[in-house]
């Protein structure tokens, strides 16, 4: 009776997390998206010192995000986003606007991924 | 982490049904249940560890919860014999009144070599002998002989259960220089008895290889050939 009381304890919290991950991936996928976007305008309004403060604090959230993201989601996935992060202020600095662009527009896609990678829906389960 | 817990709980499932579905020939000793959690275990132990890039919660969470599927699962069979006889099956009489039941035997794909050479491993060489044989959710065979072949017992020949013939089991005391005290208390015994007996032997403990002893004081003594210095 115990064990079997332990194992619906245990069961429980897997299920509770398991479904409340998605929400989590959610809520910062799109902190991280809006920040992106933020980033976007700034580039458009060719405000380059606001977009390159903007790109400084995209990348520490992320570095602070990463940690926990880590646990749950494939190493190989957080490792190729960091990697494009860590290029985003050199690329601004060289003025090399279109590929800071296209590299920005890649990782919201990759952020926007892990969220829509972990939902529990039909397509991800088979 | 949800897609894990579903994926699990269907992969779980499935082997289940499979193994099920594989029949008693394949289970030998493991229930079904049990049997598909080892498979699985074994297999999703191996993926966070062969792979460093996937997260140990993609190892654990499954893991966790196959242990725990089958620990409601085998809570569950114990409450309810509908449920045990769906998951693990029910016995089937194989041999009944010294008939085999051909058409069982067929669904079981259990051939009539295989029957033989289960009947053979209890000593069963005539299956003439054979009044009752049951094939066991675990896949085992229990064999229920003719009176004419049954082995004789004490019963049979009339013979009283007295203290003279009675043979009491005899527990392990000493194993490799260690005491057993749960079988000291079973043989009801205590320490100071088992210091009388080494001093008698003349032997200490560390140097006693094995120990056994029964209620009545019939023991025996093996003493380490190699001893310890």
Same mark, same amino acid.
């Not at chain 2, 890039?53 to 140990?56: G, H, R």
């Not at chain 2, 069963?124 to 054979?130: E, L, Q, S, W």
């Given at each position: 009776m115990r064990r079997f009381v332990i194992s619906i304890i245990i069961l429980s919290l897997i299920i509770i997390s398991a479904f409340s991950l998605p929400i989590y991936f959610k809520k910062t996928t799109l902190e991280l998206t809006q920040k992106i976007d933020e980033i976007n305008i700034n580039i458009k309004n060719n405000n380059k010192q606001e977009a390159i403060s903007k790109t400084y604090e995209f990348s520490k959230f992320w570095h602070d995000k990463k940690n926990i993201i880590t646990v749950f989601v494939n190493n190989d996935e957080i490792d190729h986003i960091t990697y494009s992060i860590s290029r985003l202020v050199p690329l601004l600095k060289y003025n090399n606007i279109s590929e800071f662009s296209s590299n920005l527009s890649y990782i919201k896609i990759l952020i926007i991924s892990i969220y829509i990678d972990d939902i529990p829906s039909l397509s991800n389960i088979f | 982490m949800a897609i894990v817990f579903i994926r699990t709980l269907i992969l779980y499932l499935l082997v289940l049904i499979g193994v099920r579905l594989m029949g008693k020939r394949q289970v030998s000793e493991l229930q079904t249940s049990e049997l598909v959690t080892t498979i699985l275990l074994s297999n999703i132990s191996i993926m966070p560890i062969q792979e460093t890039?996937?997260?140990?919660f993609y190892g654990i969470v499954p893991l966790l919860s196959l242990i725990c599927f089958e620990v409601i699962l085998s809570f569950v069979c114990l409450k309810s014999s509908k449920t045990r006889h769906l998951i693990s099956g029910r016995p089937k009489a194989v041999i009944n009144n010294g008939v085999i039941n051909q058409k069982l035997l067929l669904d079981l794909r259990l051939s009539v070599d295989d029957l033989m050479a289960q009947l053979r491993q209890q000593q069963?060489? /005539?299956?003439? /002998?054979?009044e009752l044989a049951m094939l066991e959710i675990n896949g085992t065979l229990s064999v229920y002989q003719k009176f004419n072949s049954r082995n004789i017992t004490t019963q049979m020949l009339n013979i009283k259960d007295t203290k003279e013939n009675n043979n009491e089991p005899q527990f392990i005391i000493i194993s490799d220089g260690t005491i057993i005290e749960d079988n000291l208390n079973l043989c009801n015994k205590n320490k100071n008895w088992l210091d009388l007996i080494l001093k008698s032997e003349n032997q200490s403990l560390k140097n006693i290889l094995l120990m056994t002893s029964d209620s009545k004081d019939n023991y025996v003594l093996i003493p380490k050939e190699i001893k310890n210095s």
């Open positions: - | 890039s996937i997260p140990l069963i060489f /005539d299956i003439r /002998d054979v």
